[in-house]
């Protein structure tokens, strides 16, 4: 009988600062404000400036890996869907009549900082790659 292979977890000491400066990226290429920022990344604000300049110091816990992941997979399912700059960037802030947004854009819902609203944004923008919606 073969023995079941454990399986290795991520190392998040090097992961999470590479996607921590991915995410900030992203964030100035949406054009957040900080405010945004920081309820997106559920950061305190002397975090937030400790982790921009230092970001291999990061003290990432599951919460914040979850919106990382969340914010790079909105943005590939992005860079998958759109070929054009504007909407690459430009989709978080236009207006989205989808029952979840309700007239509202992508960036205000997640930036009510809801682990559950990014989640939410991912599923659905997520989705127009298949066309599932």
């Not at 995410?23 to 975090?47: G, H, M, R, V, Y």
């Not at 236009?94 to 960036?107: A, D, R």
């Not at 809801?114 to 127009?128: C, G, I, N, P, Q």
Request: positive net charge.
């Amino acid at each position: 009988m073969a023995t079941a292979t454990p399986r290795r977890q991520p190392d998040t000491a090097t992961l999470g600062p590479a996607g921590l400066k991915a995410a900030f990226n992203i964030l100035e290429k949406w054009d957040c404000s900080l405010n945004e920022q920081l309820a997106i990344l559920s950061l305190p604000k002397a975090t937030y400036y400790k982790y921009r300049s230092q970001p291999d110091k990061a003290q990432l816990d599951r919460d914040h890996l979850d919106r990382i992941s969340y914010l790079l997979n909105i943005h590939a399912s992005l860079n998958t869907v759109f070929d054009n700059p504007e909407n690459r960037y430009g989709f978080m802030r236009m207006k989205n009549h989808n029952p979840y947004f309700s007239g509202k854009t992508p960036m205000e819902v997640i930036s009510t900082g809801s682990l559950a609203a990014l989640y939410e944004t991912f599923k659905r923008v997520d989705a127009l790659r298949g066309a599932q919606w």
